[in-house]
């Protein structure tokens, strides 16, 4: 496995580092990463030498989001070529290391399929040169993409929300630290907050490993955003209590059917504001869309360990490397945990979705099927996603 060295540790203020880079030092390419574990303790970046350390970091959350996993994916195969390892390998272990963020794969068979391409035309060189230019173009098409879904969110507030003064709850995170960009969801609310039509960001602290409360806050207090940290199980009351405008999540996948997979809590979010007549509003490009995935009950969820739910600890605070098993017990030993990363949110209940190409609402198969056909993108023969024409 290649080396995890922390290279940059910066205080309080303002972020400098980038979620993701990649750099050609003198003993080789690298992939240096923001470590998003140990957010908001500390900036610190883990440099991947090679793909075993990058699927770490993956399986870990060190890096995470689902257009940047996209990315990530991308630059991991060319890594893999640039080194002069197995990419095929390395293609097979990016894929599977997170089954339900639908970007990770599309990042990887567009730069596996650039590289055997210009490999089987001239060789290793060649195919390690063509991948990383996937990757730089994957990356770059994903900050085109979050400038857009902030103009088309924000524009469907205006016509949800006439007025201005929103009030936005939002679940997990969604800004720049899972983007090329400023994010999906996140976006759309930094763009109110800009043009001066965000009252109050409503952040849900979500599991796992709190990546609200970490995350977004982290970065909402750095843009400025007047914001507030609560408990996933109290979003009833401020429903109840007519404190929420609208809902804006992001989505790890979007199947053909507009069901919609984001971190477990946004379904009982969606049923909250449907009977509280609140739009329900998914922020995600149209590369989370997996229009092979018939619908929302295909899309494998991911189930993290039951020590995160029968243990209470911190990644930040366990260190690099630790093991499961190393927090404070919370729960009886030997107690047995559900714990999946995701949940399934019915088209029903979804208000729109927004992408770079533009909204759907209502949310139906033919409607996600054109938004994707009239957007860059086309779909992919290798899998499942979309495919850069």
């Not at 979500?206 to 914001?227: C, H, I, K, N």
């Amino acid at each position: 496995m290649g080396d995890q060295d922390e290279v940059s540790e910066k205080g309080a203020g303002a972020l400098t580092i980038p979620s993701l880079r990649w750099e050609e030092p003198p003993e080789g390419p690298v992939l240096v990463l923001l470590d998003q574990t140990r957010l908001p303790a500390e900036e610190v970046e883990l440099v991947c030498t090679d793909v075993p350390a990058l699927v770490q970091a993956i399986r870990t959350l060190a890096v995470r989001g689902a257009p940047l996993l996209g990315i990530a994916g991308a630059y991991g195969v060319a890594l893999a070529a640039a080194r002069g390892f197995d990419v095929e390998e390395a293609v097979e272990a990016l894929a599977q290391a997170r089954p339900t963020a639908v970007n990770l794969g599309y990042g990887v068979r567009r730069a596996a399929a650039a590289y055997r391409a210009a490999f089987a035309e001239g060789g290793a060189p060649a195919g390690a040169a063509a991948a990383l230019a996937e990757a730089r173009a994957v990356h770059a098409e994903d900050i085109e993409a979050s400038t857009r879904m902030a103009q088309h969110g924000l524009a469907l507030l205006g016509e949800l929300l006439p007025g201005g003064g929103h009030r936005i709850l939002t679940h997990c995170n969604t800004g720049a630290l899972v983007s090329g960009g400023e994010g999906t969801a996140l976006a759309v609310a930094l763009a109110a907050h800009r043009s001066g039509e965000l009252r109050r960001l409503w952040v849900d602290e979500t599991r796992p490993l709190l990546q609200g409360a970490r995350l977004t806050a982290y970065e909402a207090a750095r843009t400025g955003m007047a914001y507030t940290v609560l408990s996933d199980g109290a979003a009833g009351s401020l429903f109840a209590g007519g404190e929420v405008d609208a809902v804006l999540i992001g989505a790890d996948r979007i199947a053909a059917d507009g069901s919609v997979a984001n971190k477990v809590g946004s379904y009982p979010l969606a049923v909250l504001a449907r009977y509280h007549h609140v739009p329900f509003v998914v922020v995600a490009p149209t590369s989370t869309v997996d229009l092979e995935t018939e619908e929302g009950a295909d899309i494998e969820v991911e189930q993290r360990p039951g020590q995160e739910v029968t243990e209470f600890s911190l990644p930040f605070v366990q260190g690099p490397g630790a093991e499961s098993g190393t927090g404070i017990p919370v729960a009886p030993l030997g107690a047995q945990a559900y714990n999946p990363a995701f949940d399934v949110t019915p088209p029903e209940l979804v208000t729109a979705i927004v992408t770079e190409a533009g909204v759907v609402s209502p949310v139906t198969r033919d409607g996600l099927t054109e938004v994707c056909s009239t957007s860059r993108w086309s779909k992919s023969r290798s899998g499942n996603g979309m495919m850069a024409e």
